[in-house]
């Protein structure tokens, strides 16, 4: 197979996986769940233990984030403080109600929730060939790259968390069921 048709094959195969689940993923955002508060914390502590492990624990051939120099952890805790503006954002978009019946609260996902995440697809998907044909001319750091990412998200979910769970909060209390 020639190059060119295995390079436009990974484009293609990962779009082919992701279209489906970004379609179901905004069909379910499009009906209220139930939000329950005390499990709210598990995804973020989950996603802040990967990003951990991912960030310090060594890996052949590349050293720990130990040895990073003051630019890259500058670097890091930008991706940081705009992952979690862009989370706390995202967090806003999600409607919270308490069910007229049974006193639950309600959550609900928006469009521009959803267009969140598909920004965050995209630029996943542009930036690795990306970085890939233009990373070593540029003088780019791809694993600081990717550490950068995995940082963001991890702040963009845990600042998600953190606002829909204050917001939750206020709701149940505004409505005289609180917990």
Not at 21 to 35: A, C, D, T, Y
Not at 124 to 148: M, Q, R, S, W
Not at 162 to 170: D, H, Y
């Amino acid at each position: 197979m020639p190059h060119h048709q295995a390079s436009q094959l990974q484009f293609i195969i990962p779009l082919l996986i992701i279209i489906p689940i970004l379609f179901f993923r905004m069909r379910k955002m499009s009906r209220p769940e139930p939000l329950k508060l005390g499990r709210l914390w598990i995804r973020p502590a989950l996603v802040l233990l990967g990003c951990t492990v991912v960030l310090f624990l060594p890996q052949p051939g590349t050293p720990s984030a130990l040895h990073m120099s003051v630019a890259e952890w500058a670097g890091l805790a930008l991706a940081a403080v705009v992952g979690a503006v862009a989370g706390w954002h995202y967090g806003k978009v999600t409607a919270i109600e308490v069910h007229p019946e049974n006193g639950t609260l309600m959550a609900k996902g928006s469009v521009a929730g959803m267009l969140i995440i598909v920004a965050l697809v995209a630029v996943k998907l542009g930036v690795k060939p990306a970085l890939a044909a233009e990373g070593p001319a540029l003088h780019l750091d791809v694993l600081l790259i990717t550490d950068a990412l995995i940082v963001f998200s991890a702040a963009l979910f845990t600042a998600r968390a953190v606002e829909i769970w204050l917001r939750a909060k206020r709701v149940m209390e505004a409505s005289g069921r609180a917990s």
